[in-house]
Each structure stands twice: as structure tokens, then as C-alpha cells.
């Protein structure tokens, strides 16, 4: 079946300007997780969905960050203000309930220039 | 959560076992152990968990301490595939289920 897939897959923006990824699970799965991934690390935790609530984004850096998941389904990421800092991958990952494994799509990669 | 301890690196030549230690030495009584990897620009991939017992899959074997301080991942014939960053993660039931990553282990499979 269909995985978790993120548009776009890249994404060039200039320093100051507004950005939003999406992410479309797995059909069905009610967990919803964004992380961040910088070059040669493992990726970081942002923040978690249970349908359309966020129920823990203490992981956001800042009050630039900020994610939506309005029918419980797709999600967006969104970010103001880019800065050059906000260059990495970000990933998307699902779960059909929170206490199972979490599947991950491919990332978008954003470059802040 | 309990914080993992992996090496940096590792090389396996093609077909023999990759074995991957990971040490959790503060796990709690009902915190799993999940493996992940990533092969190069790609999301992370799902390998298999564990709470205490021994598990396989078609992937790979998991082995779990008795006293539940270090785990083992097994793949028991490498491929060049299989060549990825392996991640160890422990995570607990409850709470917001979030992955903690460390910096993983980097598996080279060698031709």
C-alpha cells in the first residue's frame, strides 16, 4: 500500500520568507510525528499528533514553527521568518496507534539561502 | 526515555552476520527497544522492537540482555543494501511515543 509521502521533496527559499511542507500519511493511522533532521545527525523530534490535536510540540525551536493537522489526515508544517538555521531534512512519520512502530516518508529538504 | 549508546562506525563483508550492539544501561521496566536504519536519502526505516524477549523477523534478530542493558541487532547475511546508518531508540509505552535518535551506527557492507 501507499506509504507517507511529503511534497515537495525540495524546497529553495530566501532568508525571511514564509514556508509550508506537507505531509500525507499512511491511510488510517491516527499518529502523526514531525522531526528534523540536520546533516550527520539523526533526526529531532518537533511534534506529535493524535488526530487533529497536537498533543506534545515541545520539540518546535521557536514560535516561527508551527503545524496544522485539521481533518486528522494530512498535516502542514509551516514556518515563518526562514532562517539559514531551518536548512535540513524534515520528515514526516505515521502510526496506526501511538504505541506502534512509526513509518517515515522521505523528507523534504529545505535550503534556506 | 532512556538515552542509547551505539559505536560510529562498522564494516561487514558481504554475507557474514552484522551484529550492531546499542547500550541502554538507564531502560525502564516497560520501555521497548525499536531499530531503525536509513540508507542515504531516505526517510528511516522500521527493523523491529523489543521489550525482553528475543524477536525475528524477516529482516533481522533482535537480542535483548537479561538485565535489559544492551540489545543486538542481527542481520544475519548482509548485502550491500544493507549498508545505512542504524539507529537504536528506546522508547516507553506511555507518554507521546516520540523517537529520540542518537547519531546511530554506520554499517558498511564490503564487496
Known amino acids: 500500500g501507499a506509504g507517507v509521502s511529503q511534497t515537495p521533496s525540495n524546497k529553495v527559499t530566501e532568508k525571511g520568507k514564509y514556508v509550508e511542507l506537507r505531509c500525507d500519511p499512511i491511510?488510517?493511522?491516527?499518529?502523526l510525528y514531525w522531526y528534523r533532521q540536520s546533516l550527520g545527525q539523526g533526526p529531532e523530534f518537533l511534534i506529535y499528533?493524535?488526530?487533529?490535536?497536537?498533543?506534545?510540540d515541545s520539540g518546535l525551536p521557536n514560535d516561527r514553527f508551527f503545524a496544522v493537522r485539521p481533518e486528522g489526515s494530512v498535516s502542514t508544517l509551516k514556518i515563518q521568518r526562514t532562517e539559514r538555521g531551518d536548512s535540513a531534512v524534515y520528515l514526516c512519520?505515521?502510526?496506526?496507534?501511538?504505541?506502534?512502530?512509526?513509518?517515515f516518508g522521505p523528507g523534504t529538504r529545505l535550503t534556506v539561502t | 526515555d532512556a538515552k542509547t549508546t551505539q559505536p560510529t562506525s562498522m564494516d561487514c563483508a558481504e554475507g557474514r552476520a552484522a551484529n550492531l550492539p546499542c547500550n541502554h544501561s538507564t531502560i525502564s521496566g516497560n520501555e521497548y527497544v525499536y531499530w531503525y536504519r536509513q540508507i542515504h536519502s531516505q526517510g528511516p526505516q522500521y527493523i523491529i522492537h523489543?521489550?525482553?524477549n528475543n524477536e525475528t523477523n524477516e529482516m533481522a534478530s533482535l537480542i535483548i540482555t537479561e538485565d535489559r542493558k544492551s540489545s543486538t541487532l542481527i542481520l544475519p547475511h548482509a548485502t550491500l543494501r544493507d549498508t545505512a546508518v542504524y539507529y537504536c531508540i528506546v522508547r516507553g509505552p506511555s507518554g507521546t511515543y516520540k523517537y529520540i535518535f542518537g547519531t546511530g551506527t554506520r554499517l558498511k557492507v564490503l564487496a
Open positions: 523489543g521489550l525482553k
Open positions: 491511510s488510517g493511522h491516527t499518529a
Open positions: 512519520a505515521s502510526s496506526l496507534i501511538p504505541t506502534y512502530e512509526q513509518y
Open positions: 499528533f493524535q488526530g487533529t490535536g497536537a498533543a506534545d
